[in-house]
């Protein structure tokens, strides 16, 4: 079998140091998910303003931009690896503002953890990526592919999952007690990958070359595609995710806060299933070519598009259809940008993608909720992802190899 699954075995197998990486990763994303769950559920049961709820969703996404240039420049001075041991040690120390909102009833300290959160998120991608381009041959850049898959949909899957079973049968500070043990689970599994990363031998530790800033103007047609796959995807995925609630509605409108677990679960295994499909030797194919990303892209706004029509059974299997689909561009477009740059450029590149990702999720979200409030919300969804997906067609048409 040449699948993603497979190439991630291999890789998993070959190195001490992925494996932990792996877990700390795990750990993180159980524990991110968590403070999701704790954040916005204690808001709800605060009754906090609908505008106060949509800053919270700004705040969980906006300051990821800042962090990904400060961990770009991090990437020029220092390993890698250390950078991600210094964001979940400050990620362990941010639980300080949810212990205050609880204890003082501060609604700004619950927002205050969710910046620091998307900061750091954003801070320590262009390291993981580093990291990944260091650590793995150039004939192991799927199995990180995979594991990055994985460690997206884990966050939902367990983190979000487990929240929402907890969050009522556990009192707050408890949740907050588990989600630092999650953060102290990480850092010891980093810090044993470190000792491993520094045993490597001489020829799988061979590119050192000093980090570097890209520019647009000075990159090949094919490394700007790969910048560009991301923010695309964000562009015809955001306003979908961002009205998935208001749709729910239209399927249960005495029940919509019931659907949320099944529709997360659905959603997840979606996003978890969908690069694990992929050829591990196709993929370099699939990443300059249309036909594959458009057609994914098309199911998901297509499917998201029928869902208040359907009964809660068949929308739960059109969330997964929609997910499977928009996580093949999601592979596609983390391993185009992996194998598209150099060591030496991939925390720039990777950088700029992010930003851009989050500059593009966050613009469309925003001319999402304007447009659903003045013609409601399957029309926001049909204009704004339509929209968005005729500019796709047109961006990826341009720099098509």
């Not at 720039?348 to 966050?362: F, V």
Request: proline share 4%; aromatic share 8%.
């Amino acid at each position: 079998m040449n699948t993603l699954l497979s190439a991630l075995f291999r890789a998993l197998r070959s190195h001490r140091w992925l494996r932990l990486l792996a877990c700390a990763f795990l750990f993180t994303s159980v524990g991110n998910g968590l403070t999701q769950v704790m954040v916005f559920g204690l808001l709800l049961d605060w009754h906090a303003p609908a505008s106060l709820l949509t800053l919270a969703y700004l705040f969980a996404t906006l300051p990821g931009f800042l962090g990904s240039l400060v961990g770009e420049k991090l990437c020029m001075r220092f390993s890698p690896i250390r950078l991600l041991i210094l964001t979940e040690w400050l990620g362990l120390l941010a639980l300080l503002f949810p212990l205050l909102g609880i204890q003082f009833h501060s609604m700004v300290a619950l927002l205050a953890v969710q910046s620091t959160e998307a900061f750091l998120a954003g801070m320590s991608w262009p390291a993981l990526t580093l990291l990944f381009r260091q650590g793995l041959s150039e004939a192991e850049l799927p199995a990180a592919t995979c594991l990055e898959t994985v460690i997206f949909a884990s966050q939902v899957l367990l983190g979000t999952g487990l929240g929402m079973v907890l969050f009522h049968h556990l009192p707050a500070l408890a949740l907050l007690g588990i989600d630092a043990l999650t953060f102290i689970g990480s850092l010891v599994m980093l810090i044993l990958a470190g000792n491993a990363l520094s045993s490597l031998a001489p020829e799988q530790a061979a590119e050192t070359d000093r980090p570097m800033a890209v520019r647009w103007q000075a990159l090949a047609p094919r490394q700007k595609r790969s910048l560009l796959l991301l923010p695309v995807l964000a562009a015809v995925g955001s306003p979908a995710m961002a009205l998935l609630p208001a749709l729910a509605q239209h399927i249960e409108p005495d029940d919509a806060a019931g659907l949320a677990l099944p529709l997360l679960f659905a959603r997840s295994m979606g996003q978890l299933c969908g690069p694990l499909l992929l050829n591990r030797e196709s993929l370099s194919r699939y990443a300059g070519q249309n036909r594959l990303l458009l057609t994914c892209l098309g199911l998901f706004f297509l499917a998201y598009g029928t869902i208040p029509l359907l009964s809660v059974t068949l929308a739960l299997g059109v969330v997964f259809i929609a997910h499977l689909a928009s996580n093949i561009v999601f592979a596609v477009g983390t391993f185009s940008l992996l194998s598209s740059f150099q060591a030496s450029q991939v925390s720039s590149a990777s950088g700029k993608a992010w930003r851009w990702q989050t500059a593009s999720a966050s613009l469309f979200t925003c001319i999402t909720a304007l447009v659903a409030d003045v013609l409601g919300p399957l029309q926001a969804l049909y204009g704004v992802s339509g929209c968005a997906l005729l500019m796709v067609v047109g961006i990826l048409t341009r720099y098509c190899k």
